[in-house]
């Protein structure tokens, strides 16, 4: 069985900053990618920023250079900072890992963090 499980979420005024934190646990082999995605009320879900085993990143347009993705292979955990936070970066933000249990290779979803910008 795969966890990830989310932290750093809550309410924070515009033009501030959050930091968002997912750790994998379970019988995990290999962690490939990992994403935060987000879905805000009446809208779909859509990618935020996703980075590779080997570091390669990859962001949103709508959050570039305000946001930025890492992990540490060591935690099997990802981050996600958030600078200069807006009004519509408000949401239920969800960790993604594309994974390998060995033979089987599946994606996984956390449970979801809310994240609230608001004066």
């Known amino acids: 069985q795969v966890q990830l499980v989310e932290s750093g979420g809550g309410l924070v005024q515009p033009g501030g900053s959050l930091r968002l934190s997912c750790a994998a646990s379970g019988s995990i082999f290999s962690i490939y990618a990992m994403a935060w995605y987000r879905q805000a009320p009446g809208k779909q879900r859509e990618l935020v920023a996703a980075?590779?085993?080997?570091?390669?990143?990859n962001y949103t347009d709508s959050v570039k250079g305000r946001f930025t993705i890492s992990r540490d292979n060591a935690k099997n955990t990802v981050y996600l900072e958030m600078n200069s936070l807006k009004l519509e970066d408000t949401a239920v933000y969800y960790c993604?890992?594309?994974?390998?249990?060995?033979?089987?290779?599946?994606?996984?979803w956390g449970q979801g963090t809310q994240v609230t910008v608001s004066s």
């Open positions: 980075i590779t085993a080997g570091g390669s990143t």
């Open positions: 993604n890992a594309d994974l390998s249990l060995g033979r089987l290779r599946a994606e996984y």
